[in-house]
């Protein structure tokens, strides 16, 4: 009753303003007058004109623009450059960011404010280790391509996630690795057929299913592979290589197997082998240490089938590794590039956070389906000024002046600007003292 008062008064007073005009002389029609209105959007200033007035949040003075903040830009004046004190950061944790890690903190190129931060070596323990360190008190940064959560596995008893702030640190991609030799490169491998290479149901490279894959037995790649059976050749036996320790890059490998492959197995924050520690069942099988491992194995081993961060393979020495084609989630075959590792943070969107980091398996064309972010993580209140301004400006400088100058050439994504931005905001609330530690002029 109330919406139909509401609709026939607008219509009468639309009727009565129509009325009004009719009824005016032409030489007494009032003419509109245009003004001109600003208004402040982000660092722009956007202009237009409206009829007599500005309406709300314009204004007709033009406002001053700020001046860009030099935070996290790497440029005198930057605060992130600027720390109360000595100090030495001790770092362990994803072999995933080892190569982005490597050269923000060693070398020619390593953040260090002035001189005054150093950092331990970088071990590269795994994720696991990342996570046990840092809630041990033994690290001032830990590294896990898994967010630290009670929802996805990975929060130690007993720690609780709200003494813990978590930061993106770099975006990447993984790819499925294999060795087979001259005359083997180009192989396709669905989700499903990795994953029953891994549940241990395909056990040969002249696999029906993998012929069938890649063209059929009258097609070039597939007569190499059924001839590698006919021949009875050592390397048709495939050779399963898995992370021997808690792994980030194992918990995404499994997270596509579940979701692309209808594996079965749900990931588990990264425990060894997935599903509570061994549940694969592959028993041709082998654990490496880490990516580096697992690059190092991949190239030695004929026969072999493997996992490994894309920023491995590109590594002088590693490019012989050999990349099977993956398909993105409408069927589009494709082979990893930073653009299509990009795309899949595209389709993941801009709300990415501890609680909703996955990117793997994301909608679209030309989209990487095994994509992960990767995670740094500190506690949210330090004892120490100057451990928790090295830690957080550390981190601030990396999510963005690291990001644009040095994550492409190690082979990773720079963060998008709403993942960074994230960082930042996070960041503001590690406390020392009561204090804001990322934003003191120190």
């Not at 720390?83 to 072999?95: E, H």
């Not at 008190?137 to 996805?152: K, N, Y």
């Not at 790819?175 to 491998?189: A, I, T």
Request: hydrophobic share 40%; aromatic share 8%.
């Amino acid at each position: 009753m109330k919406k139909s008062l509401r609709l026939l008064a607008a219509v009468s007073l639309a009727v009565s303003g129509l009325i009004t005009v009719a009824i005016l002389p032409a030489s007494g029609a009032a003419k509109s007058t245009k003004v001109v209105c600003y208004k402040l959007s982000g660092s722009a200033v956007k202009s237009a004109k409206f009829a007599g007035h500005c309406p709300k949040g314009w204004s007709k003075t033009k406002p001053k623009t700020a001046a860009p903040s030099l935070m996290g830009s790497n440029k005198a004046g930057d605060t992130d450059l600027v720390v109360p004190g000595k100090t030495t950061l001790n770092i362990n944790g994803s072999s995933f960011d080892a190569p982005l890690v490597g050269v923000t903190t060693s070398g020619s190129t390593a953040y260090s404010a002035g001189g005054n931060v150093s950092f331990s070596a970088y071990p590269a323990g795994g994720s696991g280790s990342g996570r046990t360190g840092i809630t041990n008190g033994s690290l001032q940064i830990g590294f896990s391509d898994v967010p630290m959560t009670s929802g996805a596995g990975t929060l130690p008893s007993g720690v609780t996630e709200a003494n813990y702030v978590q930061v993106p640190y770099l975006l990447g991609g993984a790819v499925v690795g294999y060795n087979l030799g001259g005359g083997f490169d180009g192989l396709k491998l669905t989700a499903a057929e990795v994953a029953n290479i891994y549940n241990g149901t395909i056990t040969q490279w002249s696999d029906p299913t993998i012929v069938a894959t890649n063209g059929g037995a009258s097609s070039t790649l597939g007569k190499a592979l059924t001839l590698l059976g006919t021949a009875n050749e050592p390397k048709d036996t495939i050779k399963v290589l898995y992370r021997a320790a808690s792994s980030g890059t194992t918990e995404a490998f499994t997270y596509w197997l579940y979701d692309a492959g209808n594996s079965g197995i749900a990931p588990s924050g990264g425990s060894v082998m997935e599903g509570s520690g061994g549940a694969w069942k592959a028993t041709n099988i082998d654990g490496v240490a880490n990516n580096a491992g697992m690059a190092t194995t991949l190239d030695a081993t004929l026969g072999a089938i493997g996992y490994v961060e894309y920023s491995y393979v590109l590594i002088p020495g590693n490019n012989r590794i050999q990349i099977a084609s993956l398909q993105d989630k409408n069927g589009q075959w494709l082979q990893p590039s930073l653009t299509n590792i990009g795309n899949a943070a595209a389709a993941a969107g801009t709300s990415v956070t501890p609680d909703n980091f996955a990117i793997v398996n994301e909608p679209g064309n030309n989209v990487w389906p095994f994509a992960t972010y990767s995670w740094a993580i500190i506690p949210k209140v330090e004892t120490s000024e100057a451990t928790c301004e090295a830690a957080t400006k550390y981190l601030d400088w990396e999510t963005h002046y690291g990001q644009s100058a040095l994550a492409k050439g190690e082979g990773y994504v720079p963060l998008p600007a709403a993942a960074a931005a994230y960082a930042r905001t996070q960041l503001e609330t590690v406390t020392s003292g009561g204090t804001v530690c990322v934003t003191q002029k120190s």
